[in-house]
């Protein structure tokens, strides 16, 4: 086994996103991202259209991934590819054509736990940024999660806070929902509350466990506002959308962060880094940023491309976990509801 010279194959499949990357000694070659566009037009993912466009996309994708790396698959030392967590049917296509091309190449097949990822991803070779110093704390932020985790080393992460209801991702989405933005929305809010006051209007902050999260309640509040806004004029959204959108983002980025100093004052740890979807947010990336002089903190984000899903983050666990000679057995199975 050469550790020193290796090409992984990474795929993602967890959602509606079919990816697949190549990596070769910490440097992604490729990294391609098929997007499904259909889920628009009914407001959310739709996890048996999905399944299917994966079925669809997954072949093209891979092939267009080793073009642009310029490598035949032959030349692959293993494959590593989403296990969980995830839509089942989603992770289902990505886990079954993994095992059939790592069996097919007789190379080894590598799972991945798709929120370790998020947080590995800070791992690859980008010019102009470093990686996080060991032990660091990673809050990951996406549709479907929200979590604080501690992490010592590349495979010892212990989630020290998380949501216990909606995910911000997800609160993004079902506000910008109520405002009458079309899916996904939370890009959206993040580009009106650009051009918005932030203090405009106020919304609650949910109290619970110092360092876990509750979304719910901030939802049912903006639905409960805009009702009683729009019953008094019902142009209120058109006329304040740029308001209402930056003192939401204004409210959950502050709620974040508020977790993120508590974090902080119980474990002692002062490099932060951020993952998963919603870390492409304006609002966050700038308040974490206000915190390296702020609090002295050590920030690290994401490139764009490796905030959103993709298979560069799955390829680069692979890596790590191919030099360590962690690899799974061809019986492994995806896990929707796969935990650190």
């Given at each position: 086994m050469?550790?020193?010279n290796?090409?992984?194959?990474?795929?993602?499949?967890?959602?509606?996103?079919?990816?697949?990357?190549?990596?070769?000694?910490?440097?992604i070659l490729?990294?391609?991202?098929?997007n499904?566009?259909?889920?628009?037009?009914?407001?959310?993912?739709?996890?048996?259209?999905?399944?299917?466009?994966?079925?669809?996309?997954?072949?093209?994708?891979?092939?267009?991934?080793?073009?642009?790396?310029?490598?035949?698959?032959?030349?692959?030392?293993?494959?590593?590819?989403?296990s969980?967590?995830?839509?089942?049917?989603?992770?289902?296509?990505?886990t079954?054509f993994?095992?059939?091309?790592?069996?097919?190449?007789?190379?080894?097949?590598?799972?991945?736990?798709?929120?370790?990822?998020?947080?590995?991803a800070?791992?690859?070779k980008?010019?102009?940024q470093?990686?996080?110093?060991?032990?660091?704390?990673?809050l990951t932020?996406s549709?479907?999660?929200t979590?604080?985790?501690?992490?010592?080393n590349?495979?010892?992460?212990?989630?020290?806070?998380?949501?216990?209801d909606?995910?911000?991702?997800?609160?993004?989405d079902?506000?910008?929902k109520?405002?009458?933005?079309?899916?996904?929305?939370?890009?959206?809010?993040?580009?009106?509350?650009?051009?918005?006051?932030?203090?405009?209007?106020?919304?609650?902050?949910?109290?619970?466990?110092?360092?876990?999260?509750?979304?719910?309640?901030?939802?049912?509040?903006?639905?409960?506002?805009?009702?009683?806004?729009?019953?008094?004029?019902p142009?209120?959204?058109?006329?304040?959308?740029?308001?209402?959108?930056?003192?939401?983002?204004?409210?959950i980025?502050?709620?974040l962060?508020d977790?993120?100093?508590?974090?902080?004052?119980?474990?002692?740890?002062?490099?932060i880094?951020?993952?998963g979807?919603?870390?492409?947010?304006?609002?966050?990336?700038?308040?974490?940023?206000?915190?390296?002089?702020?609090?002295?903190?050590?920030?690290?984000?994401?490139?764009?491309?490796?905030?959103?899903?993709?298979?560069?983050?799955?390829?680069?666990?692979?890596?790590?976990?191919?030099?360590?000679?962690i690899?799974?057995?061809?019986?492994?199975?995806?896990?929707?509801?796969?935990k650190?």
């Amino acid at each position: 086994m050469n550790n020193t010279n290796c090409y992984i194959l990474g795929i993602e499949s967890s959602c509606d996103d079919t990816a697949a990357a190549v990596i070769h000694n910490g440097t992604i070659l490729s990294n391609v991202v098929a997007n499904q566009e259909i889920h628009t037009q009914y407001g959310g993912v739709v996890p048996e259209l999905a399944s299917r466009a994966h079925q669809q996309n997954i072949v093209p994708v891979v092939h267009q991934a080793l073009r642009k790396a310029n490598i035949d698959k032959k030349q692959l030392h293993a494959i590593a590819f989403t296990s969980g967590p995830g839509l089942m049917g989603s992770l289902l296509v990505g886990t079954s054509f993994s095992k059939s091309l790592a069996l097919g190449l007789g190379i080894p097949l590598i799972d991945v736990n798709h929120m370790q990822a998020h947080i590995l991803a800070h791992f690859i070779k980008v010019e102009g940024q470093t990686a996080p110093n060991f032990p660091f704390l990673a809050l990951t932020i996406s549709g479907g999660h929200t979590q604080i985790v501690k992490v010592t080393n590349y495979f010892e992460m212990k989630v020290i806070g998380q949501a216990i209801d909606d995910a911000v991702g997800e609160a993004f989405d079902k506000a910008a929902k109520i405002l009458g933005l079309p899916y996904p929305g939370g890009p959206l809010v993040d580009t009106y509350a650009q051009q918005g006051n932030p203090k405009a209007f106020k919304f609650p902050k949910p109290k619970v466990a110092p360092l876990d999260f509750s979304f719910s309640g901030l939802k049912t509040s903006v639905l409960y506002f805009v009702e009683k806004e729009t019953a008094r004029n019902p142009n209120f959204i058109s006329e304040n959308i740029e308001d209402i959108c930056a003192s939401l983002q204004y409210t959950i980025v502050s709620y974040l962060m508020d977790k993120l100093k508590n974090a902080v004052k119980q474990t002692g740890i002062k490099e932060i880094a951020i993952g998963g979807g919603v870390s492409a947010n304006s609002g966050i990336r700038k308040a974490l940023k206000d915190a390296e002089e702020k609090y002295g903190w050590t920030t690290h984000i994401p490139k764009f491309e490796y905030c959103t899903d993709n298979a560069a983050m799955i390829a680069i666990v692979g890596e790590l976990k191919y030099k360590q000679g962690i690899f799974a057995n061809k019986d492994v199975v995806a896990s929707a509801r796969l935990k650190f």
